[in-house]
């Protein structure tokens, strides 16, 4: 299994600024993955960060709104910039393992822009 | 693509009824197939999967069969508890899309005593 610490849970933030959310593996993996969840709705993935490459972003989320990072196997983080209320969401971090193909995720933080 | 689609919710019973939350799908090839559980104020945790056609997954009294010859998933449950209020969703993850899960819209369960 994996164990997924995400930070801050949850943050209330004004418009125009930026958020960083971390994500803490408790062991090495190589793939990981952002996804967005917005109230009622289902998952949405921003992107895939996997350690050694640059980040591959979906349709519709481009690097300069959301910049990831992920400089080693067990640790990664997720900027939501110069936000707006659409960015009010569930944000959540996901990592598989290959050997089970299961994916485990964070507690993801919730994120309300005013 | 690929894509999954599974029954809108809410889903109301009443305690110790039965449960079917239907979910089919669509994926070139054989895609491995899971359902997903939030419940309230918490993460996403797997609740059960099943891998190649046939399969049974199973767990808490859930279970789900992976029909290749129907492209379905679908979750069932023989007596539901009030603790088994949550969101349920369906997935998928195609062997050749680097693990990337597919997810259903997600079908809110609620039961009631």
């Known amino acids: 299994s994996a164990v997924i610490s995400q930070k801050p849970s949850r943050d209330i933030c004004q418009r125009g600024t930026s958020l960083t959310i971390q994500c803490q593996v408790d062991?090495?993996?190589?793939?990981m993955f952002w996804y967005r969840q917005q109230p009622g709705q289902s998952l949405t993935l921003i992107a895939t960060?996997?350690?050694?490459?640059?980040?591959?972003?979906e349709s519709g989320f481009v690097i300069d709104k959301f910049p990831i990072s992920r400089p080693n196997l067990t640790f990664s983080t997720l900027t939501v910039s110069n936000m707006s209320p659409e960015d009010s969401s569930i944000y959540l971090c996901?990592?598989?393992?290959?050997?089970?193909?299961?994916?485990?995720f964070g507690q993801g933080t919730r994120l309300t822009v005013v | 693509g690929d894509s999954v689609t599974q029954m809108e919710g809410p889903v109301t019973l009443s305690e110790e009824a039965f449960l079917t939350i239907n979910c089919t799908y669509t994926?070139?090839?054989?895609?491995?197939l899971f359902w997903y559980v939030q419940y309230p104020g918490e993460g996403l945790q797997l609740l059960l999967k099943?891998?190649?056609a046939d399969d049974k997954g199973s767990n808490k009294g859930f279970e789900a069969t992976y029909r290749k010859e129907t492209t379905s998933f679908h979750l069932e449950k023989g007596s539901v508890q009030v603790s088994d209020s949550a969101v349920y969703f369906c997935?998928?993850?195609?062997?050749?899309?680097?693990?990337?899960?597919?997810w259903g819209a997600g079908t809110k369960l609620i039961i009631k005593p």
């Open positions: 996901s990592v598989v393992k290959p050997e089970n193909t299961e994916a485990f």
């Open positions: 062991s090495q993996v190589t793939m």
């Open positions: 960060a996997n350690q050694g490459s640059e980040a591959t972003y």
């Open positions: 994926a070139t090839g054989y895609p491995s």
């Open positions: 099943a891998t190649k």
């Open positions: 997935a998928l993850s195609a062997r050749n899309s680097n693990y990337q899960l597919i």
